[in-house]
Structures are given as structure tokens and as C-alpha cells.
T-cell receptor
Framework: GENVEQHPSTLSVQEGDSAVIKCTYS??????FPWYKQELGKRPQLIID?????GEKKDQRIAVTLNKTAKHFSLHITETQPEDSAVYFC??????????FGQGTELSVKP | DTAVSQTPKYLVTQMGNDKSIKCEQN?????MYWYKQDSKKFLKIMFS???????INETVPNRFSPKSPDKAHLNLHINSLELGDSAVYFC?????????????FGPGTRLLVL
């Protein structure tokens, strides 16, 4: 069935380092890939998204890349700060109007 | 930030009880969703409605019944609550129903079944 695999499940970096989270998806018809950040006890909030007609998108310290041939996409956070600590979810749209979420990555940024 | 709101925020109840969670959005969106987030943080869609019509109905026990009185509201009624229903339930909304639009989440309802 439709599936989104996300790695790693946990990631610990030093403040100022970069963090990379990777996702793969199974539905070749997927064409919308959002990333959500969820702080402890809070709601998931969109931080960046990418559509299948582009390969890369940047927003300040956050960037997302998409490789449709390989069916994978990645989130890159540069110059990490302690407030970046949260759980990050990737997702992919699938036929039928659904978003399938990855399992989440718990990012910890140590000062 | 009250774009998507849910009530109650916390719900503690006994097994076998029936409970409801309410969701409202003031974004003018056509589509609303219910997600379940389990203890491992996994987010899984349960239902979606577009303009009061059921669009997505995942493999969810029929003890769960959504109701959309109008496109700004989507409620979730759960009958005969079980221990495994303990989770955080998130409502969300989006402008369209193709799965390609930003989904805005509510604050969540933390349900604990004892």
C-alpha cells in the first residue's frame, strides 16, 4: 500500500550544525510533499512544502529537495538553533486526496 | 491563533463510555480532516469531509462516527470507548480536497481511556 518512510527516527546535533532528514515514498503519482514541525504538546505546523514540478525550495535556513525519479525528498536545516528542537514529519500526497505522513524524526539541538 | 479550534483539549473517561470531540475552522476552507496520533507520534488520517460530504473513510472501527453539520465544523463521536482509543486526535482543514493543499491543524484533543 501507500507508504512514506522517514529516517532517522532521532537526530541529535550541536547548535550551529546542519540537520538532514530523508523520506521515501511509494506512490509515483504523489506530487505534493509538505514538511511539518511539531513541538512538544503542540499541533503540527507546516514549515515548508514542495511540489513535483520543482527540485528544490529554500526558505531562510530551511531547504527541501525532491528527486522524483528516486522517489525521495529531504529536509535540510542549516545553522541549527535550540528552538529547532521538535519532531519533524514529512508527508506525501497520494491518489484520493490523502496525505500520508512519515513516522517522524525527533530532532534535538544541543547548545 | 484560533484558525482551527477543538474542544475539549483534554478528555479522560472510562472504558465503555461515549464521547464527542468538536472542531471548528474559520479559514473558509472546504475540507476538514480527523487524524489520530498514537503514543509513538504516528499521524494517521481517519476521515475527511469536503463541503459536508464524506471523502475519505479509512479503516476505522465503526464506533467512530464523524459528522459535519456545515463546512466549518467537523465533529467526531466515539461509542463504547476502548483503552486503545487513547491518543491525541487532531482536526485539520484545507482549501481543497486533492491532498495537495496546506493542511492547518487544530491544537489536538488528548483522550485518555481508563
Amino acid at each position: 500500500g501507500e507508504n512514506v518512510e522517514q529516517h532517522p527516527s532521532t537526530l541529535s546535533v550541536q547548535e550551529g550544525d546542519s540537520a538532514v532528514i530523508k523520506c521515501t515514498y511509494s506512490d509515483s503519482a504523489s506530487n505534493y510533499f509538505p514538511w511539518y514541525k511539531q513541538e512538544l504538546g503542540k499541533r503540527p505546523q507546516l514549515i515548508i512544502d514542495i511540489r513535483s514540478n520543482v527540485g528544490e525550495k529554500k526558505d531562510q535556513r530551511i531547504a527541501v529537495t525532491l528527486n522524483k525519479t528516486a522517489k525521495h525528498f529531504s529536509l535540510h536545516i542549516t545553522e541549527t538553533q535550540p528552538e529547532d528542537s521538535a519532531v519533524y514529519f514529512c508527508a506525501a500526497s497520494i491518489t484520493g486526496g490523502k496525505l500520508i505522513f512519515g513516522q517522524g524524526t525527533e530532532l534535538s539541538v544541543k547548545p | 491563533d484560533t484558525a482551527v479550534s477543538q474542544t475539549p483539549k483534554y478528555l479522560v473517561t472510562q472504558m465503555g463510555n461515549d464521547k464527542s470531540i468538536k472542531c471548528e475552522q474559520n479559514l473558509g476552507h472546504d475540507t476538514m480532516y480527523w487524524y489520530k496520533q498514537d503514543s509513538k507520534k504516528f499521524l494517521k488520517i481517519m476521515f475527511s469531509y469536503n463541503n459536508k460530504e464524506l471523502i475519505i473513510n479509512e479503516t476505522v472501527p465503526n464506533r467512530f462516527s464523524p459528522k459535519s453539520p456545515d463546512k466549518a465544523h467537523l465533529n467526531l463521536h466515539i461509542n463504547s470507548l476502548e483503552l486503545g482509543d487513547s491518543a491525541v486526535y487532531f482536526c485539520a482543514s484545507s482549501q481543497g480536497d486533492r491532498g495537495q493543499e496546506t493542511q492547518y491543524f487544530g491544537p489536538g484533543t488528548r483522550l485518555l481511556v481508563l
